[in-house]
């Protein structure tokens, strides 16, 4: 069965770190890219980040720039998001998902994971 | 606020056919291919259409998307109460270092 389930998630304080991992498993892990897509409390989907099947081409938002960093570990078949000086808008629901592809421009993903929760509050 | 504008709801009644539309711009839906995803509150997002027009295998036909420039649609006809969810529209951005983009996302109530 085709898996991605994310964790990491938890309760943090402003400009704080955390980190969420992405267990995959049911498939060839490094042929593909993966995304992390978040959804913040009553508002709608917001792509964070992807990363290649190689780790050679990487993107990010905007609004997570300088301050989340992607990474993957093909050899553990798990996807990792890095998330310094954490803000309370960052409050979300965390899913890793996983593209059709190796290379990061197609976006289209066709398994997603359950989620992690993170929430940003002093 | 998202590049891809969709409208924030959508309604009908079962048996109808519903059209969300998505705009956006020459750097995202005018070059690249757009994915149309539905989302239940709760439950992981499931990919609906792919490359502007394109089912994955298992997904209803009852489900059609389509592209012209700028601007894409996505189409349910028969509606059903199960059809209720949050539909987003993708694409690609190809402006500046390149980036992912979802619509606004709009929330289908079937009445």
């Known amino acids: 069965e085709v898996q991605l389930v994310e964790s990491g998630g938890g309760l943090v304080q402003p400009g704080r770190s955390l980190r969420l991992s992405c267990a995959a498993s049911g498939f060839t892990f490094d042929d593909y890219a993966m995304h992390w897509v978040r959804q913040a409390p009553g508002k709608g989907l917001e792509w964070v980040s992807v990363i290649s099947w190689n780790s050679d081409d990487i993107a990010y938002a905007d609004s997570v720039k300088g301050r989340f960093t992607i990474s993957r570990d093909n050899g553990k078949n798990s996807l990792y998001l890095q998330m310094d000086d954490l803000r309370p808008e960052d409050t979300a629901l965390y899913y890793c998902a996983k593209d059709v592809r190796g290379n990061i421009r197609l976006f289209r993903m066709d398994v997603w994971g359950q989620g992690t929760t993170v929430t940003v509050s002093s | 606020q998202s590049v891809l504008t969709q409208p924030p709801s959508a309604s009908g009644t079962p048996g109808q056919t519903v059209t969300i539309s998505c705009s956006g711009s020459?750097?995202?839906?005018?070059?690249?291919?757009v994915n149309w995803y539905q989302h239940v509150p709760g439950t992981a997002p499931k990919l609906l259409i792919h490359s502007d027009n394109m089912r994955p295998s298992g997904v209803s036909d009852r489900f059609s998307g389509s592209k012209s420039g700028t601007s894409a649609s996505l189409a349910i006809s028969g509606l059903q109460s199960e059809d209720e969810a949050d539909y987003y529209c993708a694409a690609w951005d190809g402006s500046l270092s390149g980036r992912g983009m979802f619509g606004g996302g709009t929330k289908l109530t079937v009445l």
């Open positions: 020459n750097s995202n839906i005018g070059s690249n291919p």
